[in-house]
């Protein structure tokens, strides 16, 4: 479609409608969604549905602009493909898993690996999709301290990293420190005993044969409850509303099942319901786990309603000429 030369009736007897989503922060708000918009009508096909527009600074994020959007999408298609059958289907079953878990016994002996070892194995196969890097480095910060005042909007902390010695690793200001998040261990072994795991036990988790997406972000290998909790999962991030509505499908209780249904309800009342409970108290994917204590939810939905951790990028603020052993970078956060 980025020819020039195309025909202006190169897409004539198509029908088509387009979602953005976008982020009105930037100056060209959901600038991909317009112009593929502009250049589909250019080209001869039909809208048959009205385009929209997700804007991820709103309150309740793309949400707020998809979910009306996407009800109106039904009414588009029964209107233009009469022919066709459209079901929305509700069940108390959940959905099909992504992922299968199986627990795996391993030998005494089979695994002498030291906990800084099993670190870096599970950090190298984190890297893969998000750095450049072949060598993992595992550091000890030696510093760290606040720049800001207590009632300072943002928070600016200086973080020292003392790196290995004999370690021949050059950097300049300015370059990056890809750095991994690590979640707090006490809190894993609560939620490996929340989930009936022990915490040095292993599975293997493999994509679903049922599943058309065969992409498995997790090792081949067995992982240990441990390390997947410890170093894979993002678990102070909030929940998502999917999260809520999979919950729901695993407790009895009914006040618990009502209320997980009403946080992941798509009605302006659920919206809002979900916002107040989650961001306003700022509550995260752990402490909703035993907010709900009647749940029990199996690991591999878990999974499905988690993000992974994703590494943390700083820059660099010294010379390695005035600190030859140590990384320095300045840490902001905004406080919400």
């Given at each position: 479609?980025?020819?020039?030369?195309?025909?202006?009736?190169?897409?004539?007897?198509?029908?088509?409608?387009?979602?953005?989503?976008?982020?009105?922060?930037?100056?060209?708000?959901?600038?991909?969604?317009?112009?593929?918009?502009?250049?589909?009508?250019?080209?001869g096909a039909k809208e048959?549905?009205?385009?929209?527009?997700?804007?991820?600074?709103?309150?309740?994020?793309?949400?707020?602009?998809?979910?009306?959007?996407?009800?109106?999408?039904?009414?588009?298609?029964?209107?233009?493909?009469?022919?066709?059958?459209?079901?929305?289907?509700?069940?108390?079953?959940?959905?099909?898993?992504?992922?299968?878990?199986?627990?795996?016994?391993?030998?005494?002996?089979?695994?002498?690996?030291?906990?800084?070892?099993?670190?870096?194995?599970?950090?190298?196969?984190?890297?893969?999709?998000?750095?450049?890097?072949?060598?993992?480095?595992?550091?000890?910060?030696?510093?760290?301290?606040?720049?800001?005042?207590?009632?300072?909007?943002?928070?600016?902390?200086?973080?020292?990293?003392?790196?290995?010695?004999?370690?021949?690793?050059?950097?300049?200001?300015?370059?990056?420190?890809?750095?991994?998040?690590?979640?707090?261990?006490?809190?894993?072994?609560?939620?490996?005993?929340?989930?009936?795991?022990?915490?040095?036990?292993?599975?293997?988790?493999?994509?679903?044969?049922?599943?058309?997406?065969?992409?498995?972000?997790?090792?081949?290998?067995?992982?240990?409850?441990?390390?997947?909790?410890?170093?894979?999962?993002?678990?102070?991030?909030?929940?998502?509303?999917?999260?809520?509505?999979?919950?729901?499908?695993?407790?009895?209780?009914?006040?618990?099942?009502?209320?997980?249904?009403?946080?992941?309800?798509?009605?302006?009342?659920?919206?809002?319901?979900?916002?107040?409970?989650?961001?306003?108290?700022?509550?995260?994917?752990?402490?909703?786990?035993?907010?709900?204590?009647?749940?029990?939810?199996?690991?591999?939905?878990?999974?499905?309603?988690?993000?992974?951790?994703?590494?943390?990028?700083?820059?660099?603020?010294?010379?390695?000429?005035?600190?030859?052993?140590?990384v320095i970078y300045y840490?902001?956060?905004?406080?919400?």
């Amino acid at each position: 479609m980025l020819i020039k030369e195309l025909p202006s009736d190169s897409l004539a007897g198509i029908n088509f409608t387009v979602f953005g989503m976008g982020d009105s922060g930037y100056v060209k708000f959901n600038a991909v969604a317009r112009r593929l918009y502009q250049r589909v009508l250019q080209l001869g096909a039909k809208e048959f549905h009205e385009r929209g527009l997700g804007d991820d600074q709103h309150e309740f994020g793309y949400d707020t602009e998809f979910i009306p959007w996407l009800e109106k999408l039904y009414e588009s298609l029964k209107a233009h493909f009469p022919s066709k059958k459209y079901t929305i289907v509700e069940t108390d079953q959940p959905p099909v898993p992504k992922f299968n878990i199986d627990v795996v016994e391993i030998p005494n002996g089979k695994t002498n690996n030291t906990d800084a070892q099993q670190e870096i194995e599970s950090l190298k196969y984190m890297k893969r999709n998000y750095c450049y890097n072949k060598d993992v480095i595992l550091s000890k910060i030696s510093t760290n301290k606040t720049l800001t005042s207590e009632d300072a909007v943002k928070e600016v902390r200086y973080i020292e990293l003392e790196l290995p010695e004999n370690m021949n690793l050059k950097y300049l200001p300015g370059d990056v420190a890809v750095l991994m998040p690590r979640n707090d261990p006490e809190v894993c072994k609560k939620l490996a005993e929340r989930l009936g795991y022990k915490y040095d036990q292993y599975v293997k988790i493999s994509i679903n044969p049922n599943q058309k997406s065969k992409k498995n972000p997790f090792p081949k290998e067995p992982i240990q409850i441990r390390e997947l909790l410890e170093y894979w999962l993002n678990l102070i991030e909030p929940p998502t509303r999917y999260f809520f509505r999979v919950l729901a499908y695993f407790t009895e209780d009914k006040l618990h099942k009502g209320k997980l249904r009403e946080f992941g309800d798509n009605s302006s009342d659920g919206k809002i319901e979900y916002n107040n409970y989650c961001y306003r108290e700022k509550r995260n994917v752990y402490e909703v786990l035993f907010d709900f204590d009647t749940v029990n939810i199996p690991l591999n939905y878990l999974l499905e309603g988690i993000s992974l951790q994703k590494p943390r990028e700083y820059s660099i603020c010294t010379s390695q000429l005035q600190h030859p052993q140590h990384v320095i970078y300045y840490e902001r956060n905004l406080f919400t």
